[in-house]
């Protein structure tokens, strides 16, 4: 069971100050268990700042968040990273450089205990890693002992992916994760989330600005303009929108 709800969200940067700036205005938002989320909108929307927001990185102005009932809103961004996992566009996000492949699962495997210095039971887990990663496109079941740096974009993408998603989140963030791909890999590492949130049925928010991703993945599409939503369409309705039909909620 994962369901998250956001009352009344609204978040002000720089208040007080000749930058001040409203990002996010009474956002309501309920996402029930299962529901994938495709999250459209024009540069500057607020899409960032509602991940933010949820992930525990920038807290609201005003309003509240629970997930699963509970009251997060004061939760810090490390008490969160135990429920909810974020995979970024940056490939240097999300993973450990200096660290190989095999580590940087192990620390996944981890995500919310308190870690210590020495990365035990390593051996133990190469076999599920390698199991793990033999799914995966890329290659990456071969340099599981790699150091993480030396890893192409696409398979340092898709190994943060894999970290965000082996042991199960409550909600599955992510922010443009494919979209400083070239096409081939983009599409491949779209089709392993949409069948990884499929078969681990995660909650999930998907930030994208392409359209046809947006048609094609996920049950629900949310475009959000100057900081409201001004479209939330879950199916069968989301089913019947195109691309035209999401433009017009891009005009300011
Ligand atoms: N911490 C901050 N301080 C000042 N301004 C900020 C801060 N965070 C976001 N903004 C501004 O708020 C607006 C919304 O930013 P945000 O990154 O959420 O948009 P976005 O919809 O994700 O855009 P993009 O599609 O370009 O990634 C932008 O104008 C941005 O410059």
Same mark, same amino acid.
């Given at each position: =069971?994962?369901?998250?709800?956001?009352?009344?969200?609204?978040?002000t940067?720089n208040a007080g100050t000749?930058?001040e700036?409203?990002?996010?205005?009474?956002?309501?938002?309920?996402?029930?268990?299962?529901?994938?989320?495709?999250?459209?909108?024009?540069?500057?929307?607020?899409?960032?700042?509602?991940?933010?927001?949820?992930?525990?990185?920038?807290?609201?102005?005003?309003?509240?968040? /629970?997930?699963?009932?509970?009251?997060?809103?004061?939760?810090?961004?490390?008490?969160?990273?135990?429920?909810?996992?974020?995979?970024?566009?940056?490939?240097? =996000?999300?993973?450990?450089?200096?660290?190989?492949?095999?580590?940087?699962?192990?620390?996944?495997?981890?995500?919310?205990?308190?870690?210590?210095?020495? /990365?035990?039971?390593?051996?133990?887990? /190469?076999?599920?890693?390698?199991?793990?990663?033999?799914?995966?496109?890329?290659?990456?079941?071969?340099? /599981?002992?790699?150091?993480?740096?030396?890893?192409?974009?696409?398979?340092?993408?898709?190994?943060?992916?894999? =970290?965000?998603?082996?042991?199960?989140?409550?909600?599955?963030?992510?922010?443009?994760?494919?979209?400083?791909?070239?096409?081939?890999?983009?599409?491949?590492?779209?089709?392993?989330?949409?069948?990884?949130?499929?078969?681990?049925?995660?909650?999930?928010? =998907?930030?994208?600005?392409?359209?046809?991703?947006?048609?094609?993945?996920?049950?629900?599409?949310?475009?959000?303009?100057?900081?409201?939503?001004?479209?939330?369409?879950?199916?069968?309705?989301?089913?019947?929108?195109?691309?035209?039909?999401?433009?017009?909620?891009?005009?300011?």
């Amino acid at each position: =069971m994962s369901k998250l709800e956001l009352k009344h969200i609204n978040t002000t940067v720089n208040a007080g100050t000749a930058e001040e700036k409203r990002i996010l205005k009474d956002i309501n938002l309920t996402l029930n268990d299962g529901d994938f989320v495709t999250l459209l909108g024009t540069n500057g929307a607020g899409k960032s700042t509602l991940l933010n927001i949820i992930n525990g990185s920038l807290m609201p102005t005003s309003g509240q968040i /629970l997930l699963d009932g509970q009251d997060i809103t004061n939760y810090s961004e490390v008490k969160r990273t135990k429920d909810i996992a974020q995979v970024f566009q940056d490939p240097k =996000m999300g993973t450990a450089p200096r660290m190989t492949v095999a580590e940087n699962l192990l620390l996944a495997t981890k995500r919310g205990q308190r870690r210590g210095l020495h /990365l035990r039971g390593l051996d133990q887990h /190469l076999d599920f890693f390698k199991q793990e990663t033999a799914q995966l496109p890329n290659g990456l079941s071969d340099r /599981l002992h790699t150091f993480v740096g030396n890893l192409s974009g696409g398979q340092r993408q898709t190994l943060s992916f894999l =970290m965000a998603t082996i042991k199960r989140p409550k909600l599955l963030l992510l922010d443009e994760h494919t979209a400083a791909l070239d096409p081939n890999t983009s599409h491949e590492l779209s089709e392993l989330t949409n069948d990884v949130v499929q078969k681990q049925h995660l909650t999930c928010i =998907m930030i994208t600005h392409q359209l046809k991703d947006a048609l094609k993945y996920g049950n629900r599409t949310i475009i959000l303009n100057s900081g409201r939503i001004v479209l939330d369409l879950k199916n069968p309705e989301k089913s019947q929108l195109t691309e035209d039909d999401l433009l017009q909620y891009f005009a300011n």
